[in-house]
């Protein structure tokens, strides 16, 4: 196994209106990205399922996501992470368009749903 090294806040790209994602360590089992959005929000009206569990920590920034069954956003905040179970219709409502948010990602291939997968597809 190759030894992996770096800083998640290195080259940080500059705003642009994709989010950037950088896959750090992938197995048969997981796969672990680095995304940083600036301002990137879900299409209204649009909600993402995944085949995966997906555990994130929002690092740096603002956001809200927002889960299909629960009326309340959960605003995120550096530090705080959430646990998505595969199948789970959610989307993010918002990202700080004033500063980089930085997110770890874990996907669990290991707990995968006989739902489809679905792109995150995001607008600026």
């Not at 879900?42 to 909600?47: A, D, H, V």
């Not at 770890?104 to 997968?117: C, M, P, T, Y």
């Given at each position: ?61 603002a956001a809200g996501l927002r889960f299909e ?5 959960i605003v995120m905040r550096p530090g705080d ?44």
């Amino acid at each position: 196994m190759e030894r992996g090294q770096g800083n998640l806040f290195d080259e940080v790209p500059a705003p642009s209106a994709a989010e950037h994602l950088t896959t750090l360590l992938a197995s048969e089992n997981f796969h672990l990205e680095r995304i940083i959005s600036t301002g990137q929000s879900t299409p209204e009206g649009q909600w993402l399922t995944q085949e995966t569990g997906e555990w994130v920590v929002l690092l740096s920034g603002a956001a809200g996501l927002r889960f299909e069954q629960d009326a309340q956003e959960i605003v995120m905040r550096p530090g705080d992470y959430v646990y998505i179970p595969a199948g789970c219709r959610h989307r993010v409502a918002w990202t700080s368009p004033d500063e980089k948010s930085v997110w770890l990602a874990l996907h669990d291939k290991s707990h995968v749903s006989g739902s489809e997968s679905h792109e995150q597809g995001y607008e600026s």
